[in-house]
């Protein structure tokens, strides 16, 4: 008789969630994680009295109520609001692209002053069909956003220049036609006061977990021990790359002390020239105004460096081009044939996942699961 009803292989949000839906159904689980701490990407580490987001900024946003009700179980959230600066070669821009985009770009303080330019610059393009994503981005924006706020950032995410990247990439770009600088449309936003890490010691509560331990190195056993596994991981290594390996970005990561209450005036500042080899800085402190040490004389900051995956770094995002797209999709076929393995999350589904969206894929599979009722 196996010991756990599931073994959950990775604790980010989507392998937490689970965890804690089975346990609310009287199912036995034991958690594996390969880091030497529990939560994923969303884990923070505490610097300074400050809560640092190890792996980058996560923003909490979310239309979806039964989701915002669900983490608001596990901690109070604060009302930050997105709002991230662009620095070009020195100059400052709001983002999302807005009317203070715009005023900053051209000196224009009219909604039709704008549209104007920017139609006029998408005309004189005289694009086509678009090819790649810089004849995309210019059709859909003008040249001047394109140059100054996509291009260079974009080729530093993807390692490759816009003219060699598809079309597809980028779908739309919203332009917004007001004086508004919150990046996120959606209902509820906000950061949990006291970090990630309380939602997800409150969800892993009572649940065996064991962490430094990589699954591929003892998974017969852990298949031994388990009526189902619950696979988080990368989709194409649990089917030991039958139809090659799936393609992934990554990021190196270099957090910093810094001697002063305040060094950038902003959480999130993207670099959108080439030439800076990072993309952006986060300092942390301005996720949580609430946060006593706010004040203090001690900010943390983080430059965040895009780099290839190349299997001993971090699978952060993956590469959905046709070509992976295609061996996705046979990896899919394999996984929908299974029946003691469920796969979620954003390395299982090769998908790029807000968290909102992990939260309400994990709580869909889990009432399906677990036969449960709205």
Known sequence: MSKYHYVIVGSGLYGCVFAYLAKQAGKKCLVVEKRNHLGGNAY???IEGINVHKYGAHIFHTSNKEVWNFV???????????????????RLFNLPFNMNTFYQMWGVTTPEQAIS?????????????????????????????????????????????CTELPAFIIKRLPLRFTFNNNYFNDRFQGIPLGGYNKIIKALLEGIDT???VDFFDH???????????????????????????LEYRSLKFETQTIDTQNYQGNAV???????????RIIEHKHFEPENPVYFNDKTVITKEFPMEFNGSNDPIYPVNNQQ????????????????????????????????????????????REFKQQN
């Open 219 to 245: 998974r017969t056993h852990y298949e031994q021990i388990a009526e189902k596994i619950v696979f988080t991981g990368c989709i194409d290594k649990y089917y030991n790359y039958t139809f090659g390996k």
């Open 117 to 161: 330019i920017i139609e006029q610059q998408k005309k004189s393009a005289n694009i086509g069909e678009p090819e790649n994503l810089e004849q995309q981005a210019i059709s859909l924006v003008g040249k001047d956003i394109y140059e100054t706020l996509i291009k260079g950032y974009t080729e530093k995410q993807w390692g490759r220049k």
């Open 72 to 90: 608001n179980q596990f901690a109070e959230f604060n009302r930050y609001t997105n709002s991230p600066i662009a620095n070009y070669k020195g």
């Open 44 to 46: 923070c580490d505490n």
């Open 210 to 212: 064991e962490t430094g």
């Open 269 to 279: 500042v993207n670099f959108t020239d080439r030439e800076t080899p990072y993309t």
């Open 324 to 367: 992976n797209t295609d061996i996705y999709n046979k990896y899919k076929a394999l996984s929908m044939q299974e029946h003691n393995v469920i796969f979620g999350g954003r390395l299982a589904e090769y998908k790029y996942y807000d968290m909102d969206k992990v939260i309400e894929k994990a709580l869909s599979d889990g009432k």
